[in-house]
């Protein structure tokens, strides 16, 4: 059977290219199609493939910027020798074309923010040019009429949580099944904690890291933040000497920084939360806002795992930290090891296979 797989970008390695990996294991002999494709900041398992870029690769530095042109791009692949589709969408990766004959599966790591869920805060909040929200609105309506209508290209919907599942059928309309993301448990590790919380995230505005970031500057609270992107001078500008800036770090600096953090912090709504898994595999509670992925993790009212929050604020988040501080003595290891177990990249490989029929 030729299988091919339709990643959305391949532009760096975030939760959604740790699934295209765990796919590729799966799916030994598959060919990948994208968007996007910069090989050198991939993975060496997704090099070893054959990878076919569209035709906006040579833009790719802009690709961001390209939204409107996606669709056609996504169009212009030719699938007509595979006889099965994977595609991992939380861009517009399921808009590709199959033959009648062709079986299409889409691993939804969530209908597209921008155009559904976030919309009003992507243009009422995080889009400060009112030019560009002008602009943007009659392209975002285009847009969603195309993404509703290429969800019936789709024969069978996979979901990576609770809440995607629910946003597939409010946005789609279509019934699917939960298979949680793989995350490599065994590869972390605890260590005692060192005086700091840490945060592992792209710094981009729904992600909501700047009322983290205002709170642990006013209370000197020491917190390292993990990650990069187009949010980091307004951060930048908001963090006091108690925050530190570590960039993009490598596998082995990300699991020494979960390793020796008090707790992990995600101030934003989530899909899933790969970084709430690693962090429990290495370990470290979750302090985190109580909406989104994170409800499949941590359960509400259970601080075996962690603290969870009601609204998106400094004055919730400090109140999630003061009660984690008067329980962090009690907190077992070992049995958020456990926890986070059920997450593994076996699982994820046992109930995908199963739904592809391998």
């Given at each position: ?145 195309w993404d509703f209508a290429s969800a019936a ?85 908001q963090a006091g000497p108690s925050v530190e ?10 699991r020494d920084l979960y390793a020796r953090s ?97």
């Amino acid at each position: 059977m030729r299988v091919a797989i339709v990643h959305f970008w391949l532009t760096g390695m975030r939760g959604g290219e740790k699934v295209l990996e765990a796919l590729c294991r799966l799916l030994p002999d598959a060919d990948i199609f994208t968007l996007f494709y910069d090989p050198g900041r991939v993975s060496e398992l997704i090099r070893s493939r054959r990878v076919t870029a569209s035709y906006l690769n040579p833009l790719r530095r802009y690709y961001r910027s390209l939204l409107p042109l996606m669709p056609s791009a996504l169009e212009s692949f030719d699938l007509r020798g595979y006889e099965l589709v994977v595609s991992s969408e939380s861009g517009p990766a399921k808009g590709v074309l199959t033959p009648a004959r062709t079986r299409h599966v889409c691993y939804c790591h969530t209908p597209p923010r921008y155009l559904w869920e976030f919309y009003p805060d992507y243009m009422h909040d995080w889009t400060k040019s009112a030019l560009k929200r002008a602009v943007m609105r009659p392209f975002a309506r285009n847009l969603r009429v195309w993404d509703f209508a290429s969800a019936a290209r789709v024969d069978d919907f996979v979901a990576n949580s609770e809440t995607v599942r629910r946003r597939i059928w409010k946005t789609y309309r279509r019934e699917s099944t939960v298979v949680h993301p793989p995350v490599a448990v065994r590869s972390f590790q605890h260590c005692p904690a060192r005086d700091y919380f840490l945060i592992v995230s792209e710094l981009v505005a729904y992600k909501r890291l700047d009322y983290a970031v205002r709170l642990v500057a006013r209370t000197g609270t020491r917190l390292k933040i993990a990650g990069n992107g187009p949010e980091y001078k307004r951060l930048r500008a908001q963090a006091g000497p108690s925050v530190e800036f570590c960039g993009r770090v490598s596998d082995s600096e990300l699991r020494d920084l979960y390793a020796r953090s008090r707790a992990l912090i995600v101030p934003g709504e989530e899909d899933f939360g790969i970084t709430m898994v690693e962090a429990l595999a290495s370990g470290k509670p979750v302090i985190a806002l109580g909406r989104g992925g994170v409800l499949d993790i941590v359960s509400p009212g259970d601080s075996a795992n962690g603290v969870l929050y009601p609204e998106p604020s400094e004055e919730h988040l400090n109140a999630a930290l003061l009660h984690f501080e008067g329980m962090e003595k009690d907190i077992d290891p070992s049995v958020l090891q456990q926890s986070a177990a059920r997450f593994s990249e076996e699982v994820f490989q046992e109930k995908m296979g199963r739904i592809l029929e391998l």
